[in-house]
């Protein structure tokens, strides 16, 4: 296969262009083709005639019924005899552009009308001068010329009129009873193409309606070709963005979640989908008229034009979150923008953009105390630590919840410690723990053993490794009561393995089991796997197995470029600890492109004078409020700053290799 590829390439390279177009078929013979072709429902013809319109450009629409038949009238460049003769082979074509695309609708709605076998279908076309008419029944496909102008509303312009015969008392009885079952043609009109972009008069009435009503958080106006109708919403904040393709939308983020379906709307035809676009309070409407219909004409195919247009709204559907959460300041925060401000401020706490998270949790605190919470740790991050501190003390005597009151101590005695204050640290672990042993009780004492994790962490930061691998057994002790390969053991694991390491001794068995819980509870490719894999690498570090150290690198750093992306803050963390075991190996340049990488990354995201990059706390900790989770990262991974270059023998108190 591929040398006849290779000798068709090079017959190619010697040619000239001759000529390109499409293929045409004779018209009977395109008729004859079309003979086994059938709509979904027979009074569908009229959806294709108002598709037929829209797409060759026309300036309103009219429909009226008459006794024994329909006519549907519009104003659009007229069709010539040439268009008209060769009008059904434009089905088969392959070529697309907007007037073959109307020629084919009309086509098929032509064909479709002819399927009820009425007395005749005729097509006129008027310039204003002269036309064409073409006429069809069950015999006849006769093209000829107009002197005179028929009888129109429309001074130029298309007309198709279907005259149906004068049923019988049989065909009667069939036709109520498939009124009762299927729309007819005004009420498909009606059902259908209120959304049309273009002006429809049914009856000399207007069917036109407002796309959306009602009151929206945030109405965004994606502004393509062609332009859809006013939208009748009243939204709090309105986004006008360009089409980033060959469509228009409007998408409304409501307060509360009513789903429902996705209307698109194809040459002035709309369908509904079921599509999903991240959030169920979203309503959006969709005008792309170059999207393509399955056979029966009855839907939309989801093919990949349609889903790029599906992932332009779902990325739009984000930025309208954000956009909304960083701008609107309305008092009185109801539930459900309360919801949407919260996965806002924690997104933007993820990727490391604080103060906008910080302003979106300042506006909740208003009404929502326990935004306070998630307040004082951004204030923290940011490198105010005080004002951290006097949040967590005001939230701690409004709190009446034990569990939280618990939690919010805990951050607390982090706090503590970082302003310099140990003993004061230690002194709000010992009051969390009471706070969850009361709660608790006996019969769940694995929820008390985090407070004794938290005081492992914070007696490692003091530099008093003994004091914390008491702390991190006790934790296990109460956790006893979990399955070996319980998620919830792992961070006490990791806490007695740093432990371990500070003392000098072997620490890998613990890492492993750490590792196989985060890996049996979330999955190999979960976030929440990071830490276990921090820990691991040192401990393989201390192990003299630099090799596999570097591996547990590099699958902690490929995961949060896979999951979050290569310019993630957290890639630079991984980066970061890359970087302190090459330097405990002695592989000192490579640790110095590390950190110099690790701190242009943080750079890129945070600025360059972001607190962050400032200071180096000894025992970074950050809150994941999903699940209510919390991750705690070992010494020395926090960011690199301008300062000596550590060596091994810095670092030797720290975490000693296990000497032979």
Not at 422 to 434: H, I, R, Y
Not at 517 to 534: F, K, N, S, V
Not at 595 to 613: D, I, M, T, W, Y
Request: with cysteine.
């Amino acid at each position: 296969m591929g040398d006849l590829e290779e000798v068709l390439e090079d017959y190619r390279s010697q040619g000239q262009h001759e000529s390109s177009g499409f293929f045409t078929l004779d018209t009977r013979v395109a008729l004859e083709k079309m003979k086994a072709f059938r709509l979904a429902s027979p009074h569908l013809y009229i959806l294709n005639l108002v598709a037929a319109a829209v797409a060759s450009g026309a300036a309103a629409i009219h429909v009226r019924t008459r006794p024994g038949g329909l006519m549907l009238e519009w104003a659009s460049p007229p069709l010539g005899a040439e268009d008209l003769s060769g009008l059904f082979s434009r089905i088969f074509s392959g070529h697309e552009d907007r007037n073959l695309r109307a020629q084919r609708e009309l086509a098929i709605g032509l064909h479709g009308a002819m399927s009820s076998r009425p007395e005749s279908v005729i097509l006129d076309s008027w310039d204003g001068h002269a036309g064409a008419r073409l006429t069809l029944n069950a015999r006849t496909f006769r093209l000829e010329p107009l002197s005179h102008r028929p009888e129109m509303v429309l001074p130029r312009g298309n007309r198709v009129e279907v005259h149906h015969r004068r049923p019988g008392l049989l065909r009667r009885l069939r036709g109520l009873f498939a009124r009762q079952v299927a729309p007819t043609e005004p009420e498909l009109v009606r059902l259908s193409c209120s959304d049309c972009p273009v002006p429809i008069m049914l009856e000399g009435e207007s069917i036109n309606l407002p796309a959306m009503k009602g009151q929206a958080l945030i109405l965004s106006l994606v502004e393509g070709e062609p332009s859809l109708p006013l939208c009748g919403l009243r939204a709090r904040v309105l986004r006008q963005v360009p089409s980033p393709g060959e469509f228009s939308a409007q998408l409304a983020l409501l307060d509360q979640r009513t789903p429902a379906p996705l209307r698109v709307v194809v040459n002035g035809v709309t369908f509904l989908k079921e599509a999903s676009l991240g959030t169920s309070r979203v309503r959006a409407l969709v005008c792309a008229p170059g999207l393509a219909k399955d056979l029966s004409q009855a839907d939309v195919v989801e093919n990949e034009d349609y889903e790029k247009i599906l992932e332009a709204l779902r990325r739009e559907v984000e930025f309208m979150k954000e956009e909304f959460a960083l701008r609107d300041r309305t008092p009185g925060v109801s539930p459900g923008a309360r919801s949407l401000f919260y996965e806002v401020a924690r997104r933007q706490s993820a990727m490391g953009r604080l103060s906008g998270a910080a302003d979106i949790y300042r506006h909740l605190y208003s009404e929502h105390p326990w935004a306070g919470r998630s307040l004082a740790v951004l204030e923290y991050r940011l490198g105010r630590s005080g004002s951290a501190l006097e949040l967590l003390r005001l939230q701690e005597r409004e709190q009446l919840d034990a569990v939280r009151r618990a939690q919010i101590v805990e951050d607390r005695a982090v706090l503590e410690l970082e302003r310099g204050d140990p003993v004061a640290a230690l002194g709000s672990v010992e009051a969390a723990t009471e706070l969850r042993r009361n709660f608790y009780g006996q019969r769940r004492l694995h929820r008390v053993a985090a407070t004794w994790e938290l005081g492992a962490y914070l007696c490692l930061a003091m530099g008093d490794p003994r004091a914390a691998l008491v702390q991190a057994d006790q934790a296990l002790e109460l956790k006893r009561s979990l399955p070996a390969q319980h998620r919830r053991r792992a961070s006490a694991l990791e806490a007695a393995a740093l432990a371990r390491l500070q003392l000098g001794q072997p620490a890998l068995e613990l890492a492993d089991q750490a590792l196989r819980c985060r890996e049996q509870g979330y999955g190999p490719e979960h976030l929440l796997i990071a830490p276990a894999l921090a820990v691991r690498a040192l401990a393989l570090g201390a192990e003299g197995l630099w090799h596999e150290a570097r591996g547990a690198c590099w699958r902690r750093k490929f995961l949060f470029e896979k999951r979050l992306g290569a310019g993630h803050p957290e890639v630079a963390t991984s980066l970061n600890l890359t970087g302190l075991v090459e330097t405990l190996e002695g592989r000192h340049e490579e640790a110095a492109r590390c950190f110099a990488e690790a701190r242009e990354k943080l750079a890129a995201v945070l600025g360059p004078s972001h607190p962050e990059l400032i200071r180096r706390p000894l025992c970074y900790r950050e809150w994941f409020y999903e699940g209510a989770a919390v991750r705690c990262t070992p010494p020395l991974t926090a960011v690199a700053q301008d300062e000596p270059e550590p060596t091994p023998e810095s670092l030797r108190h720290r975490w000693p290799p296990r000497q032979a």
